[in-house]
């Protein structure tokens, strides 16, 4: 029966519902997405902020002048002066907080608002449907609340990280940057998901289950979204020949 057909299954949820990925690293952060309109193409979204960027001094280079501080990006740039830089010509960025600290609560609403504007100013997606996956820094914010591996609505997945936002600002310093990385995450999928999207955080899969072979294990890493952009996954139709 197709119901106890594991491969039909996730055949079904790849081709009917499955809309992407959201991943975040250090310094950058991406939303790779299906195209609802055409089943063969997609898009791959990013944006110059990642879980270390308030934590860090960074040099300012061209492409942060134009991601981060370009007048035609007007939020942005003055949240970006307000959180990362001194007064004067900006140069280089300075630490908002120390790792090992914890920010305020206008610091940590700031570092929420700049990355939702860039995210915005930058032309993201804005309230998509369907099942995303979490990747890379999404999951270790949704394993640092306690969500990681389960399917979520958009609303009860943000309502688990606020809440340990929330545990974490009443704690000891030393959570910088994990409060770092819980607010990314938190504007990220604010910004990009509907309230009744889904979305499910997981590092390790396996590959080829219900098949013929043996299944292997598979490390979902930051560069998943690219891989699924160009394997035929996220609707580019492969090339059964090769």
């Known amino acids: 029966a197709f119901e106890e057909s594991a491969p039909l299954l996730r055949a079904l949820i790849r081709a009917r519902l499955f809309a992407g990925t959201l991943s975040a690293g250090s310094g950058s952060s991406q939303v790779t997405l299906r195209r609802a309109e055409s089943l063969d193409s997609s898009q791959v979204h990013s944006i110059p902020l990642g879980n270390r960027t308030p934590l860090v001094t960074m040099k300012i280079t061209a492409g942060h002048e134009e991601a981060l501080f370009s007048k035609h990006m007007p939020e942005t740039r003055v949240k970006a002066r307000e959180l990362l830089c001194g007064p004067g010509p900006v140069k280089e960025t300075r630490p908002a907080w120390p790792e090992d600290g914890t920010p305020d609560a206008k610091r940590l609403q700031l570092w929420k608002e700049l990355v939702s504007s860039c995210a915005v100013e930058r032309g993201?997606?804005?309230?998509?449907?369907?099942?995303?996956?979490?990747i890379s820094a999404v999951y270790?914010?949704?394993?640092?609340a306690k969500c990681d591996g389960k399917v979520l609505t958009c609303v009860a997945f943000l309502e688990r990280l606020e809440r340990r936002r929330d545990e974490l600002r009443r704690e000891s310093d030393g959570h910088g940057r994990a409060l770092a990385n819980l607010t990314l995450v938190i504007a990220l999928v604010e910004t990009v998901l509907h309230p009744t999207a889904l979305i499910v955080c997981k590092r390790k899969w396996k590959v080829g289950e219900g098949g013929g072979e043996p299944a292997v294990d598979f490390i979902a890493t930051w560069t998943l979204g690219l891989y699924l952009k160009h394997s035929g996954v996220l609707g580019i139709p492969l090339n059964l020949a090769d």
């Open 124 to 134: 993201f997606p804005i309230g998509q449907r369907g099942l995303f996956v979490g």
């Open 140 to 144: 270790y914010a949704a394993l640092e």
